[in-house]
Nanobody, 123 residues
Framework: QVQLAESGGGLVQAGGSLRLSCAAS????????MGWFRQAPGKEREFVATISRYSVTTYYADSVKGRFTISRDNGKNTVYLQMNSLKPEDTSVYYCAARSGTTSRHRDEYDYWGQGTQVTVSS
């Protein structure tokens, strides 16, 4: 089992940057593929990015491709989401998630979730 805790959210102007972090408990972090999802008020939770266990493979939602970068440091049990060129439509609660095995874009395939961190982008 793994527990996840996100940090790094906040208020930023359009065009700005933020880096989210997600710290995982336990000694088996490298056995999990990790993902970032987001949920805006009144909307479903949507896929943002995912990374494989040893960072070989990454996938992004079309809406963030070229602006966001997912990375991980297995030595620190942490996954990151670097967000550049932020837009007001990126405003959401951002969640990290973990699943055993390979990467996935589907939220229902993730086993563990963090509590989320709010990102607000002002125009």
């Amino acid at each position: 089992q793994v527990q996840l805790a996100e940090s790094g959210g906040g208020l930023v102007q359009a065009g700005g940057s933020l880096r989210l972090s997600c710290a995982a408990s336990g000694r088996t972090f490298s056995t999990y593929a990790m993902g970032w999802f987001r949920q805006a008020p009144g909307k479903e939770r949507e896929f943002v990015a995912t990374i494989s266990r040893y960072s070989v493979t990454t996938y992004y939602a079309d809406s963030v491709k070229g602006r966001f970068t997912i990375s991980r440091d297995n030595g620190k049990n942490t996954v990151y989401l670097q967000m550049n060129s932020l837009k007001p439509e990126d405003t959401s609660v951002y969640y990290c998630a973990a699943r055993s095995g390979t990467t996935s874009r589907h939220r229902d395939e993730y086993d563990y979730w963090g509590q989320g961190t709010q990102v607000t982008v002002s125009s």
